[in-house]
């Protein structure tokens, strides 16, 4: 008969070794997820700039990248039901981007898209994974509704301090992103794109600060002009993630 000391460690080797199979497989999907991403940034970056004609070239392989995705996950977890409609409305949303895309729409594009986003970021959320890019995206988020008040003409009609509150949970949303220590590895990124990665970033940190000081002088017209180039700087950072080799190779390809 085995010791009771023996059962212990049977028991402790079985789980040790089922928690280790288990973050291996979040971390292959996770791998897999910024796979995904770094096929949707070339498309997303181009239409928030309204390059639809490469916008156009890049979804080819944001469309070949999503369907091995979309086979390999969207039935892992047959049991909840959040989990397949996640997968079933981004494919529906990407379907609507393609379309928007061939009628050279950004604006209907990015909602879209966006919407895209939405549906992975909650995913993940609801499962408990930790992602990077999704800190980088809850900074857009905030970064868009500061934006749309920044450059609206009736600024004067909105109270000054509402303003600077939103301005603060932008800053807010960058003190989480900056000091995170991106996995290189995840995303793909080689010696050159460290590079251009950390001076972009530090391109994003000089437009904030400009944009911060803006605010502070209370500078309308200013305003506007600092979170256009704001806007600019955050995408030029976004892009640093983003495969945008492989998605003109694949278009070269076709």
């Known amino acids: 008969m085995k010791s009771i000391y023996q059962i212990i460690l049977v028991f402790v080797f079985i789980i040790s070794t089922g928690s280790s199979c288990e973050k291996k497989e979040v971390n292959v999907l996770l791998q897999d997820m910024a796979s995904f991403d770094r096929a949707f940034i070339p498309v997303l970056f181009y239409v928030r700039h309204g390059e639809m004609d490469n916008a156009r070239k890049s979804v080819f392989f944001l469309n070949h990248t999503w369907k091995r995705f979309n086979e390999k996950y969207k039935n892992l977890n047959p049991e909840n039901d959040n989990w397949g409609e996640a997968f079933r409305m981004a494919d529906a949303w990407l379907s609507d981007a393609y379309t928007s895309i061939d009628a050279s729409s950004p604006e209907d594009t990015y909602i879209f898209l966006d919407h895209v986003r939405y549906q992975m970021v909650e995913l993940r959320e609801q499962n408990n994974f930790e992602y990077f890019l999704d800190d980088v995206w809850e900074f857009e988020a905030r970064l868009d509704l500061?934006?749309?008040?920044?450059?609206?003409?009736?600024?004067?009609?909105?109270?000054?301090c509402e303003f600077e509150y939103?301005?603060?949970?932008?800053?807010d949303?960058?003190?989480v992103v900056e000091p995170t220590i991106v996995d290189v590895e995840l995303?793909?990124?080689?010696g050159k794109k460290i590079k251009e990665l950390?001076?972009?970033?530090?391109?994003?940190?000089?437009?904030?600060r400009?944009?911060?000081?803006?605010?502070?002088?209370?500078?309308?017209e200013n305003l506007a002009v600092t979170a256009a180039f704001l806007r600019v700087a955050y995408l030029d950072y976004l892009s640093s993630y983003g495969d945008f080799i492989s998605s003109k190779s694949y278009f070269a390809s076709l």
Do not use: H, R
């Open 198 to 208: 950390n001076y972009n970033e530090s391109k994003l940190k000089s437009a904030l």
């Open 166 to 171: 939103l301005v603060a949970d932008m800053n």
């Open 210 to 220: 400009e944009f911060n000081l803006a605010v502070e002088e209370a500078d309308g």
């Open 146 to 160: 500061v934006e749309e008040v920044a450059v609206d003409q009736m600024l004067c009609l909105l109270d000054y």
């Open 187 to 190: 995303f793909g990124l080689d």
């Open 173 to 175: 949303a960058w003190e």
